[in-house]
C-alpha cells in the first residue's frame, strides 16, 4: 500500500507564494518520479511539474519561471515552490508518484485547494 500525503495548499493573494508538500509512505523505497497536477473547475488535470530520482524536471508551460519543484535526496518527499502566483493557478493540486518496480505503477495523493484571490 502506497499513501500520498499533501500539505501546503491554501489562500493567497495574487503575486503571492505558496509552498506545497507531498510525503510518500508505503512498500516502495523511492519512487522513479514524483510530481504536481492541478486541476480547475471545469477543466482537465494538467501537469504542474515533475522530477524523477535523477533530478530532470519537467514543468508545464504556464508555470514556466514561477514555480519550482524540488526532491528530498533519496526520501518519497517532494516540494512545489509557487511564486508569483495568478488567479489562474487556483485549483486542486495533487500529487503524483509513478514509476515501474514488477509493473507500472502511479499514485495520487487527495490532493489540496491553491486559491489566489485578493
Known amino acids: 500500500q502506497v499513501q500520498l500525503t499533501e500539505s501546503g495548499g491554501g489562500l493567497v493573494q495574487p503575486g503571492g507564494s505558496l509552498r506545497l508538500s507531498c510525503t510518500g509512505s508505503?512498500?516502495?523505497?523511492?519512487?522513479?518520479?514524483m510530481g504536481w497536477y492541478r486541476q480547475a473547475p471545469g477543466k482537465q488535470r494538467e501537469l504542474v511539474a515533475r522530477i524523477t530520482s535523477s533530478g530532470a524536471t519537467k514543468y508545464g508551460d504556464s508555470v514556466l519561471g514561477r514555480f519550482a519543484i524540488f526532491r528530498n535526496g533519496g526520501q518519497n518527499t517532494v516540494d512545489l515552490q509557487m511564486n508569483s502566483l495568478k488567479p489562474e493557478d487556483t485549483a486542486v493540486y495533487y500529487c503524483n508518484a509513478d514509476g515501474w518496480y514488477h509493473g507500472e505503477y502511479n499514485y495520487w495523493g487527495q490532493g489540496t485547494q491553491v486559491t489566489v484571490s485578493s
Open positions: 508505503g512498500r516502495l523505497a523511492s519512487f522513479d518520479a
